[in-house]
């Protein structure tokens, strides 16, 4: 299989490429592609992976072979599936999809609220300039995009890739695993048996746990000890947890403790896009020209790195699980995609797809309560044929109203990157104008505008993607 990494600068490109040489992965992939636009950014990551690779030399026959390019067209020509994690206007983009919202006095945080739909405004046109190339050069082609917002540029693709496209996100099923551990309840390997879980991406609940025919959550959520065990146990007080009945993905903690959140973020020195435009600025030259050395250099970065991730959560001295430093998330669940669909085997992962339960989406709705051609992030069966949603029980209400609101905001996005013959500059800056004021983390049309002027000044292109020209 040729798989190729769109955003193949990234700084989480290594772990992928770990995961396809050792372990249950080694042997999928014969060639490995990375594209990016940034010319320093790849020879840094493909210094990274020629380290990695020397020091797996007695497993060399495993490793794929890897080539980077600049050329999207030589990038998709042959390939068999494509992973898409592009960042637009890079860290410095992201320092801005912060700031404008904290200096408003609202949550700044990389896919969540204001900030979130900044980066979509972004993101989404770049994802679609991709799947265009993709409809000419690899048709068939599979498209499983990290690319952030996941669930709104999920929605974006869906259009024009049809079912060939799924949104990957490591957040619910680390939340499940995690749980699972803490209730002592042992998932079988490749299934999600007895696993409820329904929401949006970064926007969650584990509602069901079950083993031995009976449900282990609400004992779980009943044993303070317990929570506080693992990180989303700890978000949250207990007697809450325990009223509410279920397990929140962790980017609840955002619209549930808005408030602590927002002093957290804003008692820190740098802001997380700050420090890791920092990091990346100092680090990307140090791997180009570290040789042997690149993979170890750039390992101990991904653990700080990931130390500080929703840091503004955790108590003072308080250090994330060693098992979430060491990674394997995200990646994980992509290759088992991949290993499902290439025929190695079905399996039941927590993916963002259309909330139809039926391939050619006149089945039920995964989530009671959604429109069935909404991207849902659902328990789904993966082979050959495809991706499937589990069919979920329906949300409680105040659960429900928060899906809708906030689905209702994300397809205001993709309405506001729409490239319909019959959408206006006029009508695509309105429905982004809407999206922001009808945010529960915003919330107001007087905020709304000053957010929407506040990015068109840090983000010309926005300008732009008002005139059609995007």
Request: proline share 6%.
């Amino acid at each position: 299989m040729r798989l190729m990494i769109a955003g193949g600068g990234g700084f989480r490109v290594p772990l992928v490429y770990r995961a396809l040489c050792a372990g249950p992965f080694a042997g999928l992939v014969r060639e490995l592609v990375l594209y990016d636009v940034d010319p320093g950014r790849l020879a840094a990551i493909n210094a990274v992976l020629a380290s990695f690779a020397e020091q797996d030399a007695p497993r060399a026959a495993a490793l794929p072979a890897v080539r980077a390019t600049t050329s999207l067209a030589e990038a998709l020509r042959g390939t068999d599936l494509v992973f898409a994690a592009i960042r637009p206007g890079g860290t410095a983009g992201r320092i801005a999809d912060e700031r404008v919202a904290l200096d408003l006095g609202l949550l700044g945080q990389e896919t969540t609220g204001a900030s979130g739909i900044s980066y979509a405004l972004r993101s989404i046109p770049r994802m679609l300039d991709l799947a265009a190339h993709m409809r000419r050069y690899c048709p068939d082609a599979w498209l499983l995009n990290f690319t952030n917002p996941a669930g709104m540029v999920t929605e974006a693709l869906v259009p024009v890739l049809g079912r060939n496209v799924v949104g990957i996100c490591d957040s619910a099923s680390g939340l499940v695993h995690r749980a699972a551990l803490a209730a002592g309840v042992v998932l079988p390997e490749g299934t999600l048996d007895g696993v409820g879980y329904y929401g949006l991406n970064h926007l969650g609940w584990l509602y069901r746990l079950e083993s031995g025919g009976r449900d282990r959550l609400p004992g779980l959520l009943a044993d303070a000890g317990a929570l506080a065990g693992f990180e989303e146990g700890r978000l949250f007080p207990q007697p809450f947890l325990a009223d509410l009945g279920c397990l929140p993905n962790e980017y609840l903690y955002y619209y549930y403790e808005t408030e602590r959140a927002l002093a957290g973020i804003r008692s820190a020195a740098t802001t997380r896009g700050e420090s890791i435009d920092r990091q990346q600025s100092e680090l990307y030259p140090q791997l180009a020209a570290a040789g042997p050395e690149a993979y170890p250099l750039w390992d101990a970065a991904r653990r700080s790195r990931e130390e500080g991730y929703l840091a503004e959560a955790r108590a003072a001295g308080e250090r994330r699980d060693e098992t979430d430093l060491a990674g394997g998330g995200y990646e994980r669940v992509a290759l088992a995609v991949m290993r499902a669909l290439s025929g190695g085997g079905p399996a039941e992962l927590i993916l963002n797809t259309p909330n139809s339960t039926g391939q050619s989406g006149a089945g039920d709705p995964a989530i009671p309560g959604l429109p069935a051609d909404a991207v849902v992030e659902v328990p789904c069966q993966v082979t050959p044929d495809g991706v499937t949603p589990l069919r979920q029980e329906r949300p409680a209400l105040a659960q429900l109203a928060l899906l809708r609101q906030v689905k209702d905001v994300e397809r205001l996005v993709v309405t506001a990157t729409s490239r319909d013959a019959g959408s206006t500059g006029a009508g695509r800056r309105d429905a982004a104008l809407a999206a922001f004021a009808g945010h529960p983390l915003v919330g107001s049309g007087d905020l709304a505008g000053k957010l929407l002027a506040g990015y068109e000044d840090a983000f010309p292109e926005l300008q732009e993607l008002w005139r059609g020209r995007q």
